[in-house]
């Protein structure tokens, strides 16, 4: 069963997040003063196959995003699994 | 009326996304062999206020995505809108 994975990841709320504060600046300048507060982190998509349980599919990302995708001292991440078709 | 959006920014599915394809050897060198695709993009979440209307917010985020946020020659983009409390 293959399954697709949604990741997002953020800077947990009291770091620093100078890109956000820089975009938050840009769209400002370009006259959305509407614009309160920016945020920017990454987001990834995988797939992964040959997994028949969504439990281990679950446990699995939980265990890649600490070890490798994102790093938990000073980021938060959240995630989505769907099973694919086919 | 205060408005939450998020943002996923991902490269075009044919251009090469050599990030995403180091993730996924890193993940496959770690032995998550399972780990089909990669692909790595950007995420922001932005506060906008002052706007009473859902429709002039979804119409203000997609023309910051064309002029600032993304890419579109080489980018996507997909956004969700949510009023916040208060």
Redesign the interface.
């Known amino acids: 069963m293959?399954w697709k994975v949604?990741i997002?990841?953020?800077l947990k709320e009291n770091i620093l997040d100078p890109q956000?504060k820089a975009?938050k600046g840009?769209?400002n300048a370009?006259g959305?003063k509407?614009?309160?507060?920016?945020?920017?982190?990454?987001?990834?998509?995988?797939?992964?196959?040959?997994?028949d349980n969504q439990e281990d599919v679950n446990k699995?990302v939980d265990e890649?995003c600490q070890?490798?995708?994102a790093n938990p001292v000073i980021e938060d991440y959240t995630f989505q699994v769907e099973k694919m078709e086919g």
Chains 1, 2 share one sequence.
Do not use: C, F, P
Not at 35 to 51: N, P, R, S
């Open positions: 293959k949604r997002e990841i953020m956000g975009v840009g769209l370009l959305y509407n614009v309160a507060d920016v945020h920017v982190g990454k987001y990834m998509e995988l797939i992964i196959a040959d997994t699995q890649m070890r490798l995708l």
